[in-house]
């Protein structure tokens, strides 16, 4: 079966970098028709879609995030990645990692901003 595990620091002070890391277990991110993506949502709120990469390495993002925003991957760990700099509080949410069209998700991971 397909695992999405995130991983990454909890605690992030404003104006530093988000860094999140997806590992793909028993699916390569390789895999044609395979789009991986990264959501979050804040305390209360819905879903958001910060963006995502397909299996050819073709990066999409939310507009109103993409200037702070990047995400990559690494196809030997069978990893993708995600930095959001500089972050807010705003930004703090539960992050996940997923191929939404595929129902794969990760558990998801609590990120907070705060100094």
């Known amino acids: 079966q397909v695992h999405l595990q995130e991983s990454g620091p909890g605690l992030v002070k404003p104006s530093q970098t988000l860094s999140l890391t997806c590992t793909v277990s028993?699916?390569?991110?390789?895999?044609?028709?395979?789009?991986w993506s990264w959501i979050r949502q804040p305390p209360g709120k819905g879903l958001e879609w910060i963006g995502g990469i397909t299996s050819g390495g073709s990066t999409y993002y939310n507009p109103s995030l993409k200037s702070r925003t990047s995400i990559s991957r690494d196809t030997f760990k069978n990893q993708f990645t995600l930095q959001l700099t500089p972050v807010t509080p705003e930004d703090t949410a539960v992050y996940y990692c997923?191929?939404?069209?595929?129902?794969?998700w990760g558990q998801g991971t609590q990120v907070t901003v705060s100094s």
């Open positions: 028993n699916r390569s991110i390789t895999t044609n028709a395979y789009y």
């Open positions: 997923a191929s939404v069209g595929w129902g794969y």
